[in-house]
Nanobody, 114 residues
Framework: QVQLVESGGGLVQPGGSLRLSCAAS????????MGWYRQAPGKQRELVAR???????AYADSVKGRFTISRDNAKNTVYLQMNSLKPEDTAVYSC????????WGQGTQVTVSS
């Protein structure tokens, strides 16, 4: 079993920044890819960014150049640095980890509004 705990969401003005964190615990040595999805009200869930155990990353086109995903394997934590935030980035952001199964965090709300 893997447990994921997210933190760092909140309310920010357009153009601002937030950093999300996702700390993994439990049977972590089997974790490979980790990443973030988001879901806004009335919209489908969208893969925002992912990173594999070797540090290779991928991003949704909508966040390229603004968001950066990183991973600290010593701390079993993945981060999502979000810069130049836009109102359309408003969503619940959820962290996931691929191991023998796929595990999910509880989600954290990000609201971009003036």
């Amino acid at each position: 079993q893997v447990q994921l705990v997210e933190s760092g969401g909140g309310l920010v003005q357009p153009g601002g920044s937030l950093r999300l964190s996702c700390a993994a615990s439990g049977v972590i040595f089997l974790i490979g890819r980790m990443g973030w999805y988001r879901q806004a009200p009335g919209k489908q869930r969208e893969l925002v960014a992912r990173i594999d155990s070797g540090g290779n990353t991928a991003y949704a086109d909508s966040v390229k150049g603004r968001f950066t995903i990183s991973r600290d394997n010593a701390k079993n934590t993945v981060y999502l640095q979000m810069n130049s935030l836009k109102p359309e980035d408003t969503a619940v952001y959820s962290c996931y980890a691929d191991s023998r199964s796929q595990y999910w965090g509880q989600g954290t709300q990000v609201t971009v509004s003036s």
